[in-house]
Each structure stands twice: as C-alpha cells, then as structure tokens.
C-alpha cells in the first residue's frame, strides 16, 4: 500500500504571494491533518479534516486554510505569505479521526524569500 | 489546552547502551493515546511505539519499550541496545481532539 505522499517536496516563494501544497493520504484513510514544523517549535497542529469536513482547527491566522476532496486527497492555502511561515508542512493520514496512529508524509519544505 | 513537554533537547547514548528519554502531558481527557514518533535526518516521521491510555500494561515494540505512570501523567521511550538507526528526533505526543506534539529530543548515537 502506498504511504503519504506530498507534493511539491520543495517550495520557493516570495512574500506576499500565496501557494497551494498537496497531500494525499494512504488508500482507506478518511482523516487528514496538517502540521507546521519549524526548528524550536516542534510540531504546530493546523487543521484536520475528515470526510471532507474541518474537524478541528490550531491556532493560526486565517491565511491559512486547507479543504479535503472526496477522494481525501487535501489541499492547505496560505495566502500573503511571510518570511515566519517559512517551515516544513507535514500532512498526516489516519483511518478515523486523531483517536488512531498517524502516518506522515515527507513533507513540503516551504521557503519565503 | 493539553501539553506535551519534553524537557531534553538532545541526549547522546554509546552504541549498544540504553537510553530513555522524557516525556510528560497534561490531559484531561479520560481516555486518550500516547504515542512516540521518530524522526531521522532529512526523513519521514515515522511511528515508534503506541500506549493507550486504559492499559495498565507498559508497551514494547522490540528494543522500544515505555515506561507509563497515569497518575504522574509521564510517558518515557527507553531504547535498549541503542544502533547508529536510532539516531533521530524523537517526539513524544497524545491525542485530544486533536494530537498534540512535544518539541523533541535530537537523539545520537555515538559509535
């Protein structure tokens, strides 16, 4: 069965700009979550959604945003990009909701210039 | 808002030898998860070891075992017979409604 994949793998825009990253989750997982890494802070949960539907929701500014198909595939925005929000974007797949073990992605290395 | 702390940035084992690294959380949930995640350099996180909350019973995954005491609310991983692999992050997390990550530990194993 194939795992997580992301896409693109690295990424390099300018402030002000926006992009668009890709997750696709492993065949039969429903939930889908999005995570911030940047070195110091560990993880920061983003968002997670599950049957197309935003479950939960972390703690960042609405320039951030994400939407999951029917197929599960999801897609996180963030608009009007800033130097802080350089970091890797990890996207992790589980069968249900947080409650099961979550299989991560490689990951998409974002660089704001 | 539940915490994940893990108080050791970075730690360093000789091959061979054991090591155990820190974790403690603060939950309110009843019924929860409690996982360890490895992450080598420059690759994907993958899953060490899974405890859920209800079992009395420490879990072992191989040379990974826990060491979970509830009402201390602390978690640690111990790594037994440490190899140059193990060298990684190590991120400590529970569920809520949502997971919940530490900071990590940078783990190195010194040959």
């Known amino acids: 069965k194939a795992g997580v994949t992301q896409t693109p793998r690295y990424l390099i825009k300018t402030r002000g700009q926006q992009v668009t990253l890709s997750c696709s989750p492993i065949?039969?997982?429903?939930?889908v979550s999005w995570y911030q890494q940047t070195p110091g802070q560990g993880l920061q949960f983003l968002f997670e959604?599950?049957?197309?539907?935003?479950?939960n929701k972390g703690n960042f500014p609405g320039r951030f945003s994400g939407r999951q198909f029917s197929n599960s595939r999801s897609e996180m925005n963030v608009s009007t990009l800033e130097l802080g929000d350089s970091a890797l974007y990890l996207c992790?797949?589980?069968?249900?909701?947080?409650?099961?073990?979550?299989?991560f992605g490689p990951g998409t290395r974002l660089t704001v210039t | 808002a539940q915490t994940v702390t893990q108080s050791q940035p970075e730690m360093s084992v000789q091959e061979a030898e054991t090591v155990t690294l820190s974790c403690t959380y603060d939950?309110?949930?009843?019924?929860?998860?409690l996982f360890w995640y490895k992450q080598p350099p420059s690759r994907q996180m993958i899953l060490v070891i899974r405890?859920?909350?209800?079992?009395?019973q420490n879990a072992t995954e191989n040379r990974f075992s826990v060491n979970f005491q509830k009402a201390a609310k602390s978690f640690s991983l111990k790594i037994s017979d440490s190899q140059l692999g193990d060298t990684a992050m190590y991120f400590c997390?529970?569920?809520?409604?949502?997971?919940?990550f530490g900071t990590g530990t940078s783990l190195t194993v010194i040959p």
């Open positions: 992790a797949s589980s069968l249900e909701v947080a409650d099961y073990e979550q299989y």
């Open positions: 065949s039969g997982h429903r939930s």
């Open positions: 959604y599950f049957s197309e539907t935003q479950r």
């Open positions: 939950t309110s949930e009843s019924n929860y998860y």
């Open positions: 405890q859920e909350a209800y079992k009395q």
């Open positions: 997390a529970s569920t809520g409604n949502q997971f919940y």
